[in-house]
């Protein structure tokens, strides 16, 4: 395990891996509610919104993507990185996402309203 982030309201973790699969869990990790796959490298963040409807991941693959966190559906790629992305974040209305490349000071950014998440 790679990277562990809380949802907003601390019901739900994300765990990134390095086979590149991100798991959501119950506060009480028993077993994992939801695994999400599609990434070919090590997703290094992963950002869960209030009440776990959707999660944006970042990966060594130099992609981010936004998924349907309680079914595991990949909604959207973000593609444009020449570099690993190590950080992604939503802004705290929901509507934009940033990322991070190691070392490269590059952005990529996305309005979910337009993209009908």
Not at 16 to 36: F, M, N, Q, Y
Not at 48 to 60: E, F, Y
């Amino acid at each position: 395990m790679d990277k562990v982030s809380w949802s907003p309201e601390a019901k739900y973790l994300a765990t990134g891996h390095e086979d590149g699969t991100v798991r959501i869990w119950a506060r009480t990790p028993e077993s994992a509610l939801v695994t999400l796959s599609g990434h070919t490298d090590t997703v290094y963040q992963g950002c869960l919104v209030s009440g776990r409807t959707r999660i944006v991941t970042a990966s060594g693959d130099g992609t981010a993507r936004i998924w349907n966190s309680a079914s595991g559906e990949d909604l959207q790629v973000f593609e444009g990185h020449t570099g690993r992305i190590n950080d992604v974040a939503w802004s705290p209305d929901g509507a934009w996402i940033v990322t991070g490349e190691r070392m490269a000071g590059k952005n990529l950014g996305g309005d979910n309203r337009q993209s009908n998440l």
